[in-house]
């Protein structure tokens, strides 16, 4: 049974059960605990915790997920990968052990047909219960049944859900490890199913607090192993999914796998690797020096260093990638229509860094090769290799390991510090009340209700106060207060649209709402000043938007929808949006692309953004499925929060998102889009800042005012403005050009009487001048001339700017050959200006902040450039 059987079986069995198929969720995930998604429940998160009602109480699916936890061991096992498939059921608060153990059974024994005397299993050392369904109602051996502790016991290494496992082994045979079941060896016994009750929740690794609000079940297959078993495999490595990307690293580096066990680790690196990579960009993820970003630029690093060490031709990771999406592409279409874009930005990524890899290889070989085995490498090499030559400090440690030495990773950290502290700007914070808080007042008075879509005006009551982070029953003039309704026009802050100010007032008092923010989940906090009277708890209130911001607001928002389609299609579909403001009159737009808009590409998106504005298309909102949306071809942005039922935007036939912001009610009410400029905010992601609406035109406006104003100076029309300065331009540097040439002439006019009358120390000229004014070029320039003129000698040139005394000295190559040093002439000099100067011999520069003492200055240098010259 080959993989994709493997996947169609396990969701079709589970869905005859009842239990709804859901599609894989993005690697990056919603939950803010985690960097990418690493197992099959995190979609189902919210549902375990109690957090939202499941929309289905049972759930199947094949899950992408990505782990770097066993990284370091990726392909020196069998087993182990760092992107995987995991199949999986899930019941919220249904079935709960008595269904989930006698189902896996039935799976992996009747439908695809494993060996029950293969097989072996574990609990939890507690859980009898479990011990007792796989003894007496499943039937398997006693002896078959192993209890262990925390290998027994799931969490996710973040505060959560958890509870106690029950694993399901094959025994691969004698010739893979001794006999004795999972608790001896784990190498001929493999884990295929993971079965979690999901009951507690930790708020630290292992430490339970407490039990979640209803008994779950929440399992996990991994697809790669279990088909490794089904197709009776020695590795995962060589299953269908991933044996076409392994053959593609070995046909780049010549040679054939299970020839050479160390090149055979290499290339399995490669192929977990070029999966990896290639799932993570197609998700959204781009190569960064932080977060997500910072994960994937570490393993593609780490698959290119492998390669770079098997000595193949050229770059390898667009070999992978095109492997992977030939390999995987049927069940995920994203892949192939992202080709060209995930190629892009793996081709580019690889190739900076074989910029730097050979050097910064060749530096570490050489910190290696001054140390003993068992010592440890200073952490300040370490993050030089980072800083310098991109080395991610876990592949440094992964080199030194190699040869037996340690890195001094506490030392690396105090520097990575170190630079972040002065990366850092001052910052200030209002981070509002606890969440604790928030969430009293939620319990309390139940969700507010958002009525801004269409009313901008409305009665509400006022449902809670805080002052300072503090429930309140009453507030009074001046007072900063958070003020919660159980109704509101006021639009919170989210998907990159600012909260709504306005005016909250009462019989009794009026309050001026600066901002609008989702304190929690369901409940709209207006952040507010008491600017007249009183307000209390219960009272009823006039809760007025500000109608001409929002309006504003809202044209920046359309005019973002409208902009990201314009990118998406002058740049390409891989365009993707990685973040967002939109204020009244201004929009900023963050996106995934690989490079800088030329000059063309910039006034295309513009353009085609203008042309579907005037084109004045109706904006329709609508609530759908979130399933329906995504056969519609709503765009969804990887790391939002999306429930079972969306808000769709639509422009026209062109422009469809998931969005819950407000907008225009037609394209043509966004005004002119002008974009500004467009610029780097990382590694492989660009922002464009653009106007709208009246912003927009107050703008052309301004510009066309000064283009007037700039004719008019130039006694020419606009439009002729180009070619009359383009002339005065030429007009200018051809003057530069000449005085520069005259100025040329009269220094050396000047430095050929200067060093006609300098006085002469035997046969040496000394020549000492003063000219204030003078930057470092000029002076240097000056000095050179003199000394040309001058033959053998020595020229000191002297100048004030400001309060600041500068030098410059040159001494002829003759004397300095016999000893003599431009840098011993201005030292004593350089002193009565309070500082001091180079120590180049034939050429040096030295200066003060104590100009008024140039004068005396030049007649030390004077003085000494004598004295040395008649020495030798």
């Known amino acids: 049974m080959n993989a994709k059987q493997l996947r169609a079986s396990f969701l079709r069995f589970f869905e005859e059960r009842g239990h709804t198929v859901r599609p894989s969720a993005s690697l990056i995930p919603v939950d803010p605990t985690l960097l990418l998604t690493n197992a099959g429940m995190v979609p189902f998160k919210p549902y375990f915790l109690g957090e939202e009602t499941p929309p289905f109480p049972r759930a199947t699916s094949s899950q992408k997920c990505f782990r770097t936890v066993d990284i370091d061991i990726i392909g020196t096992t069998a087993r182990h990968l760092t992107f995987f498939e995991m199949l999986g059921n899930f019941s919220f608060g249904d079935y709960f052990k008595e269904k989930a153990i006698p189902w896996a059974y039935e799976f992996i024994t009747e439908v695809v047909g494993v060996d029950p005397d293969l097989l072996w ?28 502790g925390k290998d027994n016991f799931w969490q996710m290494g973040v505060p959560g859900p958890c509870g106690p496992s029950s694993e399901i082994f094959y025994d691969r045979g004698p010739e893979y490890g001794p006999d004795g079941g999972p608790v001896v060896d784990e190498e001929r016994f493999v884990e295929i199913w993971n079965l979690v009750f999901m009951q507690n929740i930790q708020d630290e690794p292992y430490h339970v607090v407490g039990d979640l609000p209803a008994k779950n079940i929440d399992t996990g297959m991994g697809l790669e192993r279990t088909s490794m078993i ?74 290119v260093r492998h390669a770079w060490r098997l000595k193949g031709n050229g770059a390898v990771t667009p070999a992978l990638v095109e492997a992977t999406i030939d390999t995987m592409g049927d069940a995920y279409p994203e892949l192939v229509t992202q080709r060209a874009f995930i190629r892009d930005v793996v081709a580019r990524e690889e190739e900076k860094f074989r910029q730097t890899l050979a050097a910064g290889h060749t530096l ?81 008075a139940g969700p507010s209700r958002f009525v801004g879509y269409t009313e901008l005006a409305a009665p509400s009551t006022v449902v809670g106060l805080l002052v300072d982070g503090e429930p309140a029953e009453r507030v009074e003039e001046g007072m900063q207060v958070e003020v919660f309704l159980d109704h509101t026009p006021f639009y919170a802050e989210a998907g990159g649209q600012v909260g709504d100010k306005g005016i909250l007032e009462s019989e009794t008092g009026r309050l001026v709402v600066h901002d609008t923010q989702l304190a929690v989940p369901g409940l709209i906090s207006h ?124 422009i026209g036939d062109y422009s469809k998102e998931l969005c819950g912001g407000t907008h225009t009610p037609s394209a043509g009410q966004v005004g002119p889009v002008i974009v ?100 470092p070029d000029q002076m240097r320039a000056l000095a050179l001339t003199i000394r040309n003129r001058l033959g053998s000698g020595v020229v000191v040139v002297g100048s004030r700017n400001g309060e600041k005394g500068s030098l410059v000295g040159v001494v002829s190559k003759d004397l300095v050959e016999r000893g003599v040093s431009a840098a011993d002439i201005l030292l004593p000099a350089a002193k009565l200006l309070g500082g001091g100067g180079s120590r180049d011999p034939e050429l040096s520069q030295a200066g003060g902040p104590r100009g008024e003492h140039l004068a005396e200055a ?5 003085e000494t450039a004598a004295r040395l010259v008649a020495e030798v």
Do not use: C
Not at 122 to 133: F, G, L, S, W, Y
Not at 365 to 384: M, N, T, Y
Not at 679 to 685: D, E, K
Not at 858 to 862: G, I
């Open 121 to 148: 299993f574990t609990v939890h050392e507690t859980d009898d219960e479990a011990a007792r369904i796989w003894i007496e109602e499943v039937g398997v051996p006693p002896n078959r049944v192993q209890r262990r």
């Open 230 to 303: 089904l197709q009776g495999l020695d590795s995962v490595f060589e299953v269908d999914t991933v044996r076409p990307v392994l053959d593609t690293a070995a046909a780049y580096a010549g040679i054939r796998y299970g020839d050479d066990p160390i090149a055979d680790v290499s290339l399995r690196v490669l192929a977990d690797h070029g999966r990896s990579i290639t799932f993570l960009i197609a998700d959204g993820v781009v190569p960064s020096n932080e977060g997500r970003g910072y994960v994937l630029r570490r393993v593609l690093r780490r698959a």
């Open 364 to 444: 570490l070989e050489d910190e290696l090769d001054r140390l003993e085995e068992g010592a440890l490498l200073p952490g300040s090499v370490a993050f030089k290799l980072h800083d310098t030559f991109g080395f991610p400090v876990e592949l440094t440690t992964e080199i030194a390991a190699e040869r037996g030495v340690d890195v001094d990773l506490h030392e690396f950290d105090e520097a990575m510090e170190e630079q972040r502290r002065r990366a850092r700007a001052a910052r200030s914070s209002d981070e509002g009340a606890d969440v604790a808080v928030y969430r009293a007042v939620l319990d309390t």
């Open 527 to 650: 952040h507010a000043t008491v600017e007249r009277g009183s307000l209390q708890r219960g009272q009823t209130v006039d809760a007025l938007v500000d109608a001409p911001r929002r309006e504003a607001v809202s044209k920046s928002h359309t005019g973002t929808h409208i902009l990201h389609w314009s990118l998406r299609t002058v740049l390409g579909p891989h365009v993707q949006q990685a973040g967002s403001l939109n204020e009244a009159g201004r929009l900023r737009f963050d996106f995934s692309h690989f490079g800088p808009l030329s000059e063309e590409e910039f006034a295309e998106v513009e353009r085609v953004a203008n042309e579907r504005i005037i084109e004045n298309a109706r904006v329709h909102a609508f609530v759908t499925s979130i399933e329906d949306a995504r056969r519609q071809g709503a765009l969804a942005f990887f790391g939002d929060k999306y429930g079972e039922q969306v808000r769709v935007i639509e």
């Open 676 to 775: 500004l400029a467009e610029s780097s905010i990382g590694s492989n992601l660009r922002r464009i800042e653009a106007l709208s609406g009246d912003f927009a035109y107050e703008h052309i406006a301004s510009l066309r005012r000064r283009l007037g104003e700039t004719g008019r100076l130039l006694h020419a029309r606009p439009e002729e403005v180009p070619e009359r300065v383009r002339k005065l331009v030429e007009r200018t540097r051809e003057l530069e050009s000449e005085l520069s040439a005259l100025r040329q002439k009269l220094e050396a006019e000047e430095a050929a009487e200067l060093a006609e009358g300098a006085e002469r120390v035997g046969d040496a000229g000394v020549v000492v001048v003063e000219r204030d004014g003078l930057g």
């Open 858 to 862: 030049l007649e030390v240098a004077k």
